[in-house]
């Protein structure tokens, strides 16, 4: 009887130090690839620098040109738009489409798949896609969509609405399907209507997966940088007064990359700062998003 502990105890101890020699190189890994290169780009962003070896501290300088920068502004402000309306549409999209494939449709199955297919399209090659089929329309009425600022920015939001519905669409329906039965039926019984059912008793219970998804169309609203590139590369753009331009459909991480790699690599700096602004915004919206929508889940 006196040994069972101590074998117990043996094992502990050996799981333990497998434990560490499994973890050692994921943390490794981690901390080289993520802890590192994120430190080190918050240092580099109060730097003047071409390459890292060569870093200059130069303090706030750097975020006050970041700031100041009037495409960066315009980024910014264009981002934010075009974050919100996505956000918008591709939930209530979203929804509408979970819903209707979770009441008991023919062919359900399949129509997942298909609205679930654009989502395994790489970003680069959709822009090129949809950039093809907008330009075939738009050339009927004589313009393009690199030419009309409004094209982009509808054609962006397209874009992002074909290519994420589909994938808000199975967190949806997996919510819709963790709904109570017993609290539709006592509804049905009340004699609560469709649509009394879907506000009073549905929502109320899918708040989860709304979360989830309003938190994923944000982020990504605001991180959009791939499916910009291709589609309109920031295309058309204004000529300011000093001589610079602003290229009217780029977004916060286009103008970063934009920044980062002109022709002028003193402003590499700057474009580091761009993108330290730019996780502190996506960050704090994120988290306050996210604390709004818990507080109203519904606890089962």
């Known amino acids: 009887m006196s040994k069972k502990p101590a074998a117990g105890n043996s094992l502990r101890q050996s799981t333990r130090r497998w434990a560490w020699l499994f973890m050692g ?16 780009g918050i240092y580099l962003s109060f730097c003047t620098f071409r ?17 100041a920068d009037p495409s960066f502004q315009h980024s910014f402000w264009y981002t934010a738009l075009t ?20 009441q008991s449709i023919k062919g359900s199955n399949l129509f997942r798949t298909v609205f679930f297919m654009p989502n395994l399209i790489g970003g680069i090659v959709l822009g090129y896609i949809w950039s093809m089929i907008f330009d075939g ?4 009425y004589g313009t393009s969509i690199l030419l009309e600022t ?8 397209i874009l992002m609405c074909w290519q994420q519905i589909g994938y808000m669409m199975i967190i949806y329906i997996a919510g ?31 708040m989860p997966s709304i979360t989830i998804c309003m938190f994923l169309s944000l982020t990504n609203g605001f991180k959009l940088f791939d499916q910009n590139l291709a589609l309109t590369g920031g295309l058309p753009y204004i000529i300011q007064p000093d001589g610079s331009t602003i290229n009217t459909t780029e977004m916060l991480a286009l103008n970063i990359y934009n920044t980062f790699y002109n022709a002028n690599t003193a402003a590499r700096g700057t474009a580091q700062a761009k993108a330290v602004i730019f996780f502190i915004l996506v960050a704090g ?16």
């Open 25 to 40: 190189p994921v943390v490794a890994a981690f901390t080289i690839g993520f802890v590192w290169p994120f430190f080190q």
């Open 51 to 67: 390459v890292t070896s060569d870093a200059t501290f130069v303090g706030m300088g750097n975020y006050q040109s970041a700031l």
């Open 83 to 102: 974050a919100v309306v996505s956000l918008v549409l591709i939930n209530v999209l979203a929804f509408a489409v979970a819903y209707a494939l979770t």
């Open 137 to 140: 329309i738009l050339s009927a």
């Open 150 to 157: 409004r094209y982009g920015f509808w054609g962006l939001i």
């Open 176 to 206: 819709l399907q963790a709904v109570p039965e017993d609290m539709l039926e006592a509804a049905k019984i009340d004699g609560a209507s469709r649509w009394q059912t879907l506000f009073k008793v549905t929502i109320p219970n899918v």
């Open 285 to 300: 919206l994120g988290l306050a998003q996210l604390a709004y929508t818990r507080k109203r889940e519904v606890q089962q």
